[in-house]
Nanobody, 119 residues
Framework: QVQLVESGGGLVQAGGSLRLSCAAS????????MAWYRQAPGKQRELVAA???????NYADSVKGRFTISRDNAKNTVYLQMNSLKPEDTAVYYC?????????????WGQGTQVTVSS
């Protein structure tokens, strides 16, 4: 069974920083794209940033230049460094990964971690 466990959320003042981590565990053969999504109250879940196994990244326009996604393939872990945080970054952040187990692969989701940015 595969699990994604997130950590690093919390309360921070505007302009501050947080670093989220997400570790995958279980019967994993390999992991393709890993990503962070977020969902604010009353809004749809949106992609924040994604990174391929080879390190290619893409970001939502709203976080470009402030957030950095990275991964450690040896640890099956993805990170999201969030700087210059704004109140509009407040949301539940979810880790997502395309994980290959045996001969099949599918998307897995973490349980979510709350990020609250106060003004």
């Amino acid at each position: 069974q595969v699990q994604l466990v997130e950590s690093g959320g919390g309360l921070v003042q505007a302009g501050g920083s947080l670093r989220l981590s997400c570790a995958a565990s279980g019967s994993i053969f390999s992991i393709n794209t890993m990503a962070w999504y977020r969902q604010a109250p009353g809004k749809q879940r949106e992609l924040v940033a994604a990174i391929t196994r080879g390190g290619y990244t893409n970001y939502a326009d709203s976080v470009k230049g402030r957030f950095t996604i990275s991964r450690d393939n040896a640890k099956n872990t993805v990170y999201l460094q969030m700087n210059s945080l704004k109140p509009e970054d407040t949301a539940v952040y979810y880790c997502n990964a395309e994980i290959i187990t045996g001969i099949t692969g599918r998307d897995y989701w973490g349980q979510g971690t709350q990020v609250t940015v106060s003004s």
